[in-house]
């Protein structure tokens, strides 16, 4: 019932740019934590970014604090990270993540519902 779908990741040059999107179905973003995790080969996954329903306060990891970020448009049920200055150790699949509960978090096991992921290679 509950679909995130990721689009936007590709292939980028160090200091580059992309811009990610998610689409949720069967889900309100009114109501809604929803977020951004990203996983490495070798690496365990990380939290990258979220936004609260609530209050719509931000959250980001410090590995890309000043440099990504995300917001929401609820009306198209739309979530989105901004991807500035990017490096190399960013490249990963990013996933879109999303839940029932008013204030995100980054944490593992935070989110029940998780889209199919998206690629992003930062590479020279």
């Known amino acids: 019932q509950v679909q995130l779908v990721e689009s936007g990741g590709g292939l980028v040059q160090p200091g580059g740019s992309l811009r990610l999107s998610c689409v949720v179905s069967g889900f309100t973003l009114d109501y809604s934590a929803i977020g951004w995790f990203r996983q490495a080969p070798g690496k365990e996954r990380e939290g990258v970014s979220c936004?609260?329903?609530?209050?719509?306060?931000?959250y980001y990891a410090d590995s890309v604090k000043g440099r990504f970020t995300i917001w929401r448009e609820n009306a198209k049920n739309t979530v989105y990270l901004q991807m500035n200055s990017l490096k190399p150790e960013d490249t990963a699949v990013y996933y879109c993540?999303?839940?029932?509960?008013?204030?995100?978090?980054?944490?593992?096991?935070?989110?029940?519902?998780w889209g199919q992921g998206t690629q992003v290679t930062v590479s020279s």
């Open positions: 993540v999303a839940d029932l509960m008013v204030v995100c978090g980054l944490g593992p096991g935070s989110y029940d519902y």
């Open positions: 936004i609260s329903s609530s209050d719509g306060r931000t």
